[in-house]
């Protein structure tokens, strides 16, 4: 995330909040955030969120993905919310929302 300029906002039990600024160095051709950078952020809050409810000798790993992209990604940053839906012994489900400054509607992604 330090490659995008992205800073953590929000870190809470189950709840991690990161931003990214949108960049010229970040966007596809069209001049919207790169879904790459989306998909990163998604996965990232995710993972931070999950790895709030680990304990601190436990390590996450994203074992799948799942992205809906619903709107292009433009304004002046995303905020990528990721939250823990379900926690188990050996496993973390997590959602991401992410929004940016100037969205109409969010982009919805689910990995767990």
């Known amino acids: 995330m330090e490659t995008f300029g992205s800073e953590l906002a929000t870190v809470d ?3 991690v909040e990161i931003l990214v ?7 596809q051709q069209d001049g919207f955030l790169h879904a ?3 998909i990163a952020a998604a ?5 931070y969120a999950a790895l709030t409810l680990m304990e601190h000798d ?3 790993l994203t074992v799948e993905l799942k992205v809906n992209l619903l709107a292009a990604a433009s304004g002046d940053r995303l905020i990528a ?4 839906l379900r ?3 050996r496993s973390r489900s997590a959602a991401a929302t992410l929004t940016s400054s100037l969205a109409t509607r969010p ?6």
């Open 43 to 47: 996965d990232s809050a995710c993972g």
């Open 107 to 112: 982009t919805r992604s689910r990995p767990s």
């Open 21 to 27: 600024p949108f960049s010229s160095r970040l966007t």
């Open 58 to 60: 436990r390590r996450v």
């Open 13 to 15: 039990p189950g709840v």
């Open 87 to 89: 926690a188990d012994r």
């Open 81 to 84: 919310r990721g939250e823990v």
């Open 36 to 38: 790459g950078v989306v």
